[in-house]
């Protein structure tokens, strides 16, 4: 197949992929995302997709920002590909355009969460040469 790759510069844009964005967080609501959107773009939040013809099958956000345990780093956030286009080398492709990206973006790291019970992500990640390196924390207020 395929496929082409562009990096969505609008928040209309990105707004567009609440269809695949909703398979990683089905409870998500178009106004919820929307505004999110808003509040993420201005501190450094980017999307990449990737499109068969015109239609995106796959899409996720990453942010650029500096951590001191890390340095300089890409975060990779909410990669999805359509069920309809798992196993076809399609994450591999969004990844490798991600560390092309992290590296123009002279970072010194790659990172990511994913979520506990997603063990075809870990797979993945672990295959894609990413380390479990801690836990991720959180609690809702």
Same mark, same amino acid.
């Given at each position: 197949? +395929?496929?082409?790759?562009?990096?969505?510069?609008?928040?209309?844009?990105?707004?567009?992929?609440?269809?695949? $964005?909703?398979?990683?967080? =089905?409870?998500?609501? =178009?106004?919820?995302?929307?505004?999110?959107?808003?509040?993420?773009? =201005?501190? +450094? %939040?980017?999307?990449?997709? &990737?499109?068969?013809?015109?239609? @995106? $099958?796959?899409?996720?956000?990453?942010?650029?920002?500096?951590?001191? %345990?890390?340095?300089?780093?890409?975060?990779?956030? +909410?990669?999805? &590909?359509? #069920?309809?286009? !798992?196993?076809?080398?399609?994450?591999?492709?969004?990844?490798?355009?991600?560390?092309?990206?992290? !590296?123009?973006?002279?970072?010194? #790291?790659?990172?990511?969460? @994913?979520? &506990?019970?997603?063990?075809? @992500?870990?797979? *993945?990640?672990?295959?894609?040469? *990413?380390?479990? !390196?801690?836990?991720?924390?959180?609690?809702?207020?």
């Amino acid at each position: 197949m +395929n496929y082409t790759i562009k990096k969505l510069t609008s928040v209309e844009e990105m707004e567009e992929m609440i269809s695949l $964005i909703k398979g990683l967080t =089905p409870d998500l609501s =178009p106004q919820s995302y929307k505004k999110m959107l808003r509040e993420m773009v =201005p501190h +450094n %939040y980017h999307q990449v997709a &990737v499109f068969e013809g015109k239609k @995106a $099958i796959a899409v996720s956000g990453y942010w650029l920002a500096t951590k001191i %345990y890390c340095g300089k780093y890409l975060e990779v956030d +909410n990669l999805v &590909v359509h #069920t309809d286009h !798992r196993s076809k080398n399609i994450g591999k492709i969004l990844m490798d355009w991600m560390l092309n990206e992290a !590296r123009e973006s002279n970072c010194q #790291t790659i990172l990511l969460d @994913a979520y &506990v019970e997603n063990f075809k @992500a870990h797979k *993945f990640y672990y295959r894609e040469g *990413f380390i479990a !390196r801690g836990f991720h924390y959180l609690k809702k207020i």
